[in-house]
DNA sequence: CGAGTGACCGCAA
DNA sequence: ATTGCGGCCACTC
């Protein structure tokens, strides 16, 4: 099935991120079958999708985002809510909590 | 309807 | 190590 729409497939696949995960923009353009559209999946998460938790989406290093509503310090502390440590604006044990499908 | 834009990614100087 | 540029994709004004 193709989706056209694309941003459904984003929020589709976010609404199945886990608590306890992470995810990158790259791997989730990626995972719907663009794997260069990594800028236009934020561009999602800042217009619409509001319920979904987008704290879980960091860059491919780990890192927070920047333009995420209250700061790198909000989205870290969501993070740290769900179990995620923190250090320095980066994910600890980023590529191991990377989520990816095969959960599904 | 057209052009700009973005919470990115990768490489080059 | 840091800074700058381009590209790629779909959406918003």
Redesign the pocket.
Known sequence: MVDS???RSIELLMARVPEGSVT???DLAAMIG?P?????????????AVDLP?HR?V???GRL?????GGRAEQARQLEREGIACSDDKVEDFEDRRWRLGSL
Not at 36 to 48: I, S
Not at 65 to 69: E, F, K, L, Q, T
């Open positions: 729409d694309f941003r990158t923009y790259g663009r260069l559209a990594g800028r236009f999946v934020g561009g999602v998460a800042h217009t619409g987008w989406l860059n491919r290093f985002a920047s333009g995420y509503p």
